[in-house]
């Protein structure tokens, strides 16, 4: 809480944002009043339904707010998108706040507010995650967001998350900005590859820095070829140099120690890739 100045000074739009008064507790939470690790500021209604529309929220969805201040971030995937809405807020009078919300708003049944630490509470099973906190605090949940389910779609208002570049930058009213991720499947390592035209067998040796990576891959018998690729989750995709020096694109599904796919050029060619 100590970077309270901090954050308001980068950037934090106070606009648009008071939060009402529950009608049945009377608690009125107050702008930038103290939380544990960061400020309550709740995030602009413009920048929130970008949040959620860029997360492609549906109903199908989990959706946890790290940090739920007055609930408002959950309440808007549950009213607008039907989506079930966990809230963690570690503040008590908050929490409760947030959960009278909730039922203000007619979506108690989907929204569920834990009054809980962040950086206790186990929110694995979320399908999309928001922030709005610190950059110190999303460096902190890094590796953790990181190893979530390949998938997970992230999104953050006004910060980014240490050194994981955004798959997407998106902007509400009045400047304010937006980053969003998808966890990508993990494919660090060596993979044998079988079906691709014109060569027997190939390896592709995969450096992977998070949803990017460069690699080795290797026709049998031939010269190694740098390539680059990308996940997009559970989506692998890179290309090579086929045996006549045309580019070739790939692209599959990752799904444990296994990916198969297609060529961009042929879809009829179906091509493995084990560990
Ligand atoms: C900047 S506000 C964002 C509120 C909401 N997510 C939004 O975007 O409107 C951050 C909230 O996180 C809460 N908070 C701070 N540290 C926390 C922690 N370690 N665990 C849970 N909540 C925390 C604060 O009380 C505050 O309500």
Same mark, same amino acid.
């Not at 909730?102 to 929204?111: I, P, Q, R, S, T």
């Not at 999309?128 to 998938?151: D, E, R």
């Given at each position: 809480? *100590?970077?309270?100045?901090?954050?308001?000074?980068?950037?934090?739009?106070?606009?648009?944002?008071?939060?009402?008064s529950?009608? @049945?507790?009377g608690?009125?939470?107050?702008?930038?009043?103290?939380?544990?690790?960061?400020i309550?500021?709740?995030?602009? !209604?413009?920048?929130?339904? *970008?949040?959620?529309?860029?997360?492609?929220?549906?109903? *199908? !969805?989990?959706?946890?707010?790290? =940090?739920?201040?007055?609930?408002k971030?959950?309440?808007?995937?549950? /009213?607008?998108?039907?989506a /079930?809405?966990?809230?963690i807020?570690?503040?008590?009078?908050?929490a409760?706040?947030?959960?009278?919300?909730?039922?203000?708003?007619?979506?108690?049944?989907?929204?569920?507010?834990?009054?809980?630490?962040?950086?206790?509470?186990? &929110?694995?099973?979320?399908?999309?995650?928001?922030?709005?906190?610190?950059?110190s605090?999303?460096?902190?949940?890094?590796?953790?967001?990181?190893?979530?389910?390949?998938?997970?779609?992230?999104?953050?208002?006004?910060f980014?998350?240490?050194?994981?570049? +955004?798959?997407?930058?998106?902007?509400?009213?009045?400047?304010?900005?937006?980053? &969003?991720?998808?966890?990508?499947?993990?494919?660090?390592?060596?993979? /044998?590859?079988?079906?691709?035209?014109? &060569?027997?067998?190939?390896?592709?040796?995969?450096?992977?820095?998070?949803?990017?990576?460069?690699?080795?891959? @290797?026709?049998?018998?031939? $010269?190694?070829?740098?390539?680059? =690729?990308?996940?997009? =989750?559970?989506?692998?995709?890179?290309?090579?140099?086929?045996?006549?020096? $045309?580019?070739?694109? &790939?692209?599959?599904?990752?799904?444990?120690?296994?990916?198969?796919?297609?060529?961009? =050029?042929? +879809?009829?060619?179906q091509?493995?890739?084990?560990?």
């Amino acid at each position: 809480m *100590k970077n309270l100045a901090l954050g308001i000074a980068i950037g934090i739009y106070l606009t648009g944002c008071a939060a009402p008064s529950s009608p @049945t507790t009377g608690y009125q939470p107050v702008m930038a009043q103290q939380g544990k690790d960061v400020i309550w500021v709740p995030t602009p !209604d413009s920048l929130l339904i *970008k949040m959620l529309e860029t997360a492609q929220v549906t109903s *199908k !969805d989990l959706v946890y707010d790290l =940090g739920a201040g007055d609930g408002k971030i959950a309440i808007e995937a549950a /009213r607008r998108y039907g989506a /079930r809405a966990v809230g963690i807020e570690f503040d008590p009078q908050m929490a409760d706040h947030a959960r009278q919300n909730a039922k203000n708003a007619g979506v108690a049944d989907k929204v569920t507010i834990i009054t809980g630490d962040i950086f206790v509470e186990d &929110f694995s099973q979320a399908t999309v995650v928001t922030l709005y906190l610190l950059p110190s605090l999303n460096g902190k949940l890094h590796p953790t967001l990181l190893n979530m389910k390949p998938g997970t779609r992230i999104v953050s208002n006004t910060f980014t998350i240490g050194s994981w570049s +955004p798959d997407k930058t998106f902007y509400g009213d009045s400047g304010t900005v937006g980053y &969003f991720w998808v966890v990508p499947a993990k494919v660090n390592g060596f993979w /044998r590859l079988s079906g691709i035209p014109g &060569f027997d067998q190939a390896t592709i040796s995969i450096v992977q820095k998070s949803q990017e990576f460069h690699a080795d891959f @290797t026709p049998q018998g031939k $010269a190694f070829q740098r390539i680059e =690729g990308r996940l997009n =989750g559970t989506t692998i995709t890179f290309s090579y140099a086929d045996a006549q020096g $045309a580019v070739q694109t &790939f692209s599959g599904e990752v799904v444990g120690d296994r990916f198969t796919g297609t060529l961009k =050029g042929d +879809p009829s060619v179906q091509i493995t890739g084990s560990r």
